[in-house]
Nanobody, 125 residues
Framework: QVQLVESGGGLVQAGGSLRLSCAAS????????MGWFRQAPGKEREFVAG????????YYKDSVKGRFTISRDNAKNTVYLQMNSLEPEDTAVYYC??????????????????WGQGTQVTVSS
């Protein structure tokens, strides 16, 4: 069992930055690939970024490439999402997710085993 707790969300103006964190419980964090998803009101939850167990491989939604960076610190059981040049379209609840083993289809939310409760990100224009 893995418990995930997100933090770092908030209200920011367009063009600003936020850094989301996701702290995981347990001693097997390095056995899980991790992902960030987001869900805006009235929309389906969508993939934002993913990272392999060892942090070597990363994956991004096209619209966030060059603006967002996913990283992880296995010693701290934490995955991060650095978000720069934020746009109003980035407004959503952001969730982190964990998948045991390899991340073959990082954008497929149904492949993930555990989810956090989410953190709200609001970008004003």
């Amino acid at each position: 069992q893995v418990q995930l707790v997100e933090s770092g969300g908030g209200l920011v103006q367009a063009g600003g930055s936020l850094r989301l964190s996701c702290a995981a419980s347990g001693r097997t964090f390095s056995s899980y690939a991790m992902g960030w998803f987001r869900q805006a009101p009235g929309k389906e939850r969508e993939f934002v970024a993913g990272i392999s167990k060892n942090g070597v491989s990363t994956y991004y939604k096209d619209s966030v490439k060059g603006r967002f960076t996913i990283s992880r610190d296995n010693a701290k059981n934490t995955v991060y999402l650095q978000m720069n040049s934020l746009e109003p379209e980035d407004t959503a609840v952001y969730y982190c997710a964990a998948k045991a083993g390899s991340l073959l289809l990082p954008s497929d939310r149904f492949k993930y085993d555990y989810w956090g409760q989410g953190t709200q990100v609001t970008v004003s224009s």
